[in-house]
């Protein structure tokens, strides 16, 4: 068996016998891993508390045929608001439960490590309500199902942007508009988010369309998904 190191984001976890857990990693070289933590759940464990969802870390393993097993394990960063508090608990869970859904196992993506680290970051500094729907709206672009928002989806036009439709994958006209109304700041945002100014959206104020946004941003991956988000909570639809 190879040993290998790498640097990760556990995604997920389940247990694996009396003591053993199978640990989900988003890996920077390798893309989605599934390891084991042998003795992890004893109290004796050297590394227990490091491989919890949402812990970035480094990692030694050996290369095994369907699991990996993971022999070192030490953090990268704490991000431990994103365990003590429920909102950011929630939030972290939608982010990578996306990047569950999205990715093939052992497909090495390197932009989307990169991305999601620097989510996961800026969750834990700032529990900001654009967070989670600008990870997913620059996830879907990642994947190569960027929507149409500098015009309608339709004619090309650029102003009286009103709308949002999921089947034609874009921003609609005051003149074929269908699907999900939106105003214009839920428009300037959308396009802010995939046009390289998220930085300036998340220094706003929350606000009502900042809500509209998240739930189109939920919809729109779950219908790339094909299937709804187990972390997205029903009252979090609207």
Known sequence: MALYRDEAVVIRTYKLGEADRIVVLFTRDRGKVRAVAKG??????????RLEQASHVALQLYEG???????????????RELRDDLERITRSASILEAVDQMTQEREPKPKLYTMLVGALRTLAVHDHPLVVPAFFWKLLALEGYRPMVDACVLCDRGDELCAFDLDEGGLMCVDHRRGTALTPEAVELLQGILGGRLGAALSRAPSP???????LATRALEHRLERRLRSVGVLDRG
């Not at 992890?40 to 508390?49: L, P």
């Open 209 to 215: 369309a900042m809500v509209d946004i998240e739930h």
């Open 40 to 49: 992890v759940r004893k109290t004796s464990s050297r590394f227990g508390a």
């Open 65 to 79: 045929r369907e699991l990996d097993t993971i022999t070192q394990a030490e953090m990268l960063d704490n991000l």
